[in-house]
């Protein structure tokens, strides 16, 4: 599927305030590097690691797991999930999704997300909008519930959903052991990848063609090498590297940020030297990104 040209909206997001980082520690944003050249962010195409996204349910709500494991099959088989991927991936236009106000009555789905994940879920206004958001209110109607959707920081997702304050974690949320003590995963719905972002005028990756060979140079690069991630995403646990998922990790020094765009920003400001984050978003953040420099 092509990349749809994807909303300037985000660009709102930029100039939000601190940084989450990596390890604890905390990093503000930055003043941008002086220069006379326009520098834009590319996508290294090469699949850094192959994930499966699902939905996670509380625990205590098997019933939903059942009825959630339903609707993704209909929406599979009916055409419903390839029409909402061509909102965002193709030549269709996204769908505004709406949200009820907590309490306000006692039959509502409580959906967790971190809506600064484009193109799963971001904002248009005080809207919803995005993959996992259009999915999220065919499956409230399925189940015949008033949708609520719940924005938090994306390492509170699943925490919200084990605490019961959520009903289901519904963010780009890949399928990984550690995170199902907090939650039980649906049947997948989506197969993705961590990519590389550098900048512009960065050519030592232009010869990669596969994974080893990029993992080849990031190897040989130390704490001196700057490298930012979402908090709490594989990315972070690639950079860092995780028992759990087989990830040795690598001498960089990472630092993590609320979301993607941030990230992506600080690369052209000149204050990190790569990003790494989920294949789609980084399509629809370098392509936002780089139309307003």
Known sequence: MKKKIVSLLMCAVL????????GGQTEEAQAPVETNDVITAKVIDVNLTDEQYAFGVDKAQPELLEK??????????????EEICNHYFGDGT???VASAVEGASD?????????AFEPFEYMDGENYVGVDME?????????????????MDFDS?????????????MS??????EREEYVTFTDSYYEASQKLIVRSDNTEFDACTDKEA??????????????GVQTGTTGQFYCEGDEGWGFTGFGMTCTGYRNGSLAVQDLLNGNLDYVIIDSAPAAAITEAINKLQ
């Open 15 to 22: 100039a939000v305030g601190s940084l989450a980082a990596c």
């Open 157 to 169: 997702v699943c925490l919200s959903v084990g605490q019961h304050k959520s009903d289901i974690a």
């Open 68 to 81: 959630t494991n339903e609707y993704i099959a209909q929406i599979m088989s009916d055409g419903t999930f």
């Open 172 to 177: 780009g949320l890949t399928i990984k052991p």
């Open 135 to 151: 999915i999220a209110k065919g499956l409230a109607e399925y189940l015949g519930k008033e949708l609520v959707i719940q924005n």
């Open 94 to 96: 996204p769908v505004p």
């Open 107 to 115: 039959d509502q789905l409580l959906v967790a997300c971190n809506a």
């Open 214 to 227: 990029v993992e080849a140079i990031l190897a040989t690069k130390d704490a001196a090498t700057k490298v």
